[in-house]
């Protein structure tokens, strides 16, 4: 099987050049060099798998804010793409936000931190800080996602151009369905599927409804929507940042840690740190020519 070695830089901050693409070909000996995007992404082909050699090349590139990894080239386009909502496809997590209403963003920011660290269990953390919700207007959910939720940058390139090639494109979120509904539709994902807040009266009763979507239940959206579609398991993408992505990255094709926790970072096969999300398109082989703004 042949591989690639990926190298991709922020796009706003392009900084592979000549001098760095031949300190790593003195590394990976006998390669071709494929530009995906002059300055931001790029391909070499390697006839095997080498993570010494990949260790190598992270290591002479430290300084370097650029991701590196290997991917296979087989079946390199992805035909199911799952994604994770809260820190992943939007810059914030909708929970600590709404917190802020409640004057108790601290205290719920630090059990949704031990929770991503996946040191709680995600079921129980998630109870935990919804029920110090109860009382609030819903009116705030509202306010929240118009005043404090933005799309990281790349969101939307990554999901419509998917959806261009066919993809079936998926947000599978632990958070909830008034703040996935509304990003699912402004990104183009063809699916959406998270937690329910409960209401009564207008107002947060501080529960949320049975059963809760977590780490197990991402894993099986995946595995779900790739049996509907008859999508092959390796030909399926999944990208998040918490413990409780971990399943579903562990079991897709490709399972990418997007600017994630260390333990997630180095459960992955994937991970990126510095490039935005349509660093996910570069390692499928994308270029930046075929991207649907």
Known sequence: MAYVLSIIANPTNPVIDAGLKA??????????????????????????????????V????????AD???????????KLLVADMDSTIIEQECIDEIAEFAGRRAEISAITERAMLGELSFEA?????????????ISVLEETYAKHITLTPGARTLVRTMNKFGAVTALVSGGFTFFTDRIAKAVGFKSAQANELLVEDGVLTGKVRQPILGRAAKQNALLRLAGQNHIRLEQTLGVGDGANDLSMLERAGLGVAFRA???VAEAAAAR????????????????QAEFVE
């Open 68 to 78: 590196i990894n290997i991917i296979a080239r087989t079946r390199r386009r992805k």
């Open 272 to 287: 990126i740190q510095h490039g935005d999300l349509t660093a996910l398109l570069y390692l499928q082989g994308i270029s």
């Open 125 to 137: 953390a998630l109870t935990e800080r919804v029920a110090m919700l109860k009382g609030l207007d």
């Open 261 to 263: 926790k260390p333990a």
């Open 58 to 65: 992270r290591a002479m590139l430290a300084q370097i804010p």
């Open 23 to 56: 300190r790593v070909m003195a590394l990976a000996a006998h390669t071709d060099v494929i530009d995906l995007a002059a300055g931001i992404a790029c391909d070499f082909y390697i006839a095997e798998r080498d993570d010494q050699m990949l260790g190598a």
